[in-house]
């Protein structure tokens, strides 16, 4: 075991203990690093947001020469008016006035995402089952039973969970049986998501692991 003397490593170390002491209990060390890291990712995404976003895509705009080239970029006023007013959020007495840019921003982050699910979980879930996925699928001019099987089960988990949110019939006979079927794949489906969403923390636990023995300890090589 060779403990390294690079004080970087030595930093990310004690942080990534005081965070897994928290498997102990709640204790000082891990408030700390907890509002190290909130604070060290509050920063960083600040300083991302003005050289990507602010920059070229409002100050360079309005600068002179650009306004001059395409008179529309004064519209850009716009929308820094309204994110000046969102500041206000932050004095108790003129906070009321972040409504008004807040409701803007909410009202078109929801048209945007309501055009973005419809594009990806309706109408290319139809796409899908209508042109991508033959319940006769041929390989070479023969039929290939396991494709043809899988696709099969695609058609049905998608038409059996869109029949499982249909509420103008009521759920009885076929209807609720194809419902209920429609309830086993929507189960499947979050079950799958936890399921990655775990393998993805176990990934980020071994990461650090791996961090500690290797680069800490000097253990593993």
Do not use: C
Not at 124 to 136: C, E, M, V
Not at 194 to 208: E, K, P, Y
């Amino acid at each position: 075991m060779t403990i390294t003397n690079d004080p970087g490593i030595w930093v990310a170390a004690i942080l990534t203990l005081a965070i897994f002491s928290f498997l102990i209990k709640d204790n000082p060390l891990y408030k700390l690093a907890e509002h190290i890291f909130v604070g060290a990712s509050a920063g960083y995404y600040v300083v991302i947001t003005y050289h990507e976003v602010l920059v070229p895509k409002l100050v360079t705009p309005l600068s002179t020469g650009a306004v001059k080239d395409n008179p529309y970029n004064l519209l850009l006023i716009i929308p820094l008016i309204l994110g000046i007013i969102m500041l206000t959020k932050l004095s108790r007495k003129h906070s009321w006035m972040a409504r008004y840019p807040l409701s803007f921003t909410v009202g078109v982050g929801a048209g945007l995402g309501i055009t973005a699910v419809i594009k990806s979980d309706i109408i290319s879930q139809i796409y899908g089952i209508a042109f991508q996925k033959p319940l006769w699928f041929l390989v070479d001019g023969k039929f290939d039973f396991t494709i043809s099987f899988f696709n099969l089960i695609y058609v049905v988990s998608v038409l059996s969970s869109l029949l499982y949110f249909f509420f103008s019939a009521e759920h009885k006979g076929v209807i609720g049986k194809t419902a209920r079927l429609g309830i086993w794949f929507l189960m499947i489906s979050f079950g799958a998501s936890f399921g990655f969403t775990v393998m993805a923390r176990i990934s980020l636990l071994i990461a650090r692991v791996q961090f500690l023995l290797e680069k800490f300890l000097g253990i593993m090589s």
